[in-house]
């Protein structure tokens, strides 16, 4: 069945360096989405790609969808405290289900 | 307009009883699906639910089942509590494929 791998597992950062994820499926992606769950709280939608090389922007935020529809990757830019939390990708599967990665949690040292 | 509301917040179980969860999607979404999070983990698909038909399953056994009502809302119902059963339980309700989460219900199986 389709897997969602995502890396790093965990990374530390000073306020104001920049942080990226990346998610790796093993099979073609229809779609991906991104999202952010706060310590103790729910995930929270933050975007979703759909076209083979796609990247969009929200503010410091910069998402990727690669060109063969496999990768996707978020990166963002001098982080902020705000930044905090754990950052999942998803993509539906074969199933109709949505699969997610076991997400990238993000510190930020002040 | 009131987001994706989930009941009890909270659950304190014994193995072997059955608990039953709620879950009230936003007005106007039809499709609702349900999540399994295990602390440090990402969401693991149970279910999805549409029009009150069973849209999408995922790799949990005959224990776990869920029923959508005419007014789109759902339960989860889980059968012969295991201790590891014990996680957040996330209910998602969706318009197209971008998903909204509850706040879920955290189950604790002792």
């Known amino acids: 069945g389709q897997q969602v791998m995502q890396i790093p597992q965990y990374q530390h950062v000073q306020e104001g360096e920049d942080f990226t994820t990346y998610c790796n499926s093993s099979?073609?992606?229809?779609?991906i989405q991104w999202y952010k769950q706060r310590p103790g709280g729910h995930p929270v939608f933050l975007i979703q790609?759909?076209?083979?090389?796609e990247v969009k922007k929200q503010k410091r935020l910069t998402f990727q969808f690669g060109e063969a529809k496999k990768n996707s990757s978020l990166h963002i830019t001098a982080t902020q405290t705000t930044d905090v939390g754990t950052y999942f990708c998803?993509?539906?599967?074969?199933?109709?289900?949505?699969?997610f990665g076991a997400g990238t949690r993000l510190t930020v040292k002040p | 307009d009131a987001g994706v509301t989930q009941s009890p917040t909270h659950l304190i179980k014994t193995r072997g009883q059955h608990v039953t969860l709620r879950c009230s999607p936003i007005?106007?979404?039809?499709?609702v699906s349900w999540y399994q999070q295990v602390l440090g983990q990402g969401p693991q698909f149970i279910f999805q639910?549409?029009?009150?038909?069973?849209?999408g399953r995922g790799n949990f056994p005959d224990r776990f089942s869920a029923r959508q009502f005419p007014n789109y809302s759902s339960e989860l119902n889980v059968n012969a509590l295991l201790l590891g059963d014990s996680a957040l339980y996330l209910c998602?309700?969706?318009?197209?494929?971008?998903?909204?989460f509850g706040p879920g219900t955290r189950l604790l199986v002792l």
């Open positions: 099979t073609t992606l229809s779609n």
């Open positions: 998803a993509g539906h599967g074969d199933n109709n289900d949505m699969r």
């Open positions: 639910y549409y029009e009150k038909e069973e849209r």
């Open positions: 007005s106007g979404h039809k499709s």
């Open positions: 998602a309700s969706s318009q197209g494929r971008t998903q909204y």
């Open positions: 790609l759909v076209k083979s090389g």
